[in-house]
């Protein structure tokens, strides 16, 4: 856990990470959340829940740097 001092230094420190899988955000007002939603750069968002972790059997493309597998998990990509 970091503290910060601003909203905004906190996204920056998130996006600044190579990689994308998953960043969530705990409020009580929506307007945090949507601010949130709108400029975090990751694949998974949860707004006041953790977010699913991929298992073994399933891809996970991510965002920016992240990625495993194929990203497409349906159809002829599954197989």
Known sequence: M??????????AIENSN????AACIYTS???????????VSAAML???IGVPVPR???????MNDS????SDITGDGAM
Do not use: C, M, W
């Not at 073994?56 to 991510?62: D, I, N, T, Y």
């Not at 990625?67 to 194929?70: G, Q």
């Open 2 to 11: 970091l503290r910060v001092d601003t909203f905004d230094e906190a996204i």
């Open 18 to 21: 190579p990689y994308g899988n």
């Open 29 to 39: 007002v929506g307007q945090h959340s949507e601010y949130f939603l709108k400029r």
């Open 46 to 48: 949860g707004v006041n």
């Open 56 to 62: 073994e059997p399933f891809s996970f493309g991510g």
């Open 67 to 70: 990625s495993f597998a194929a």
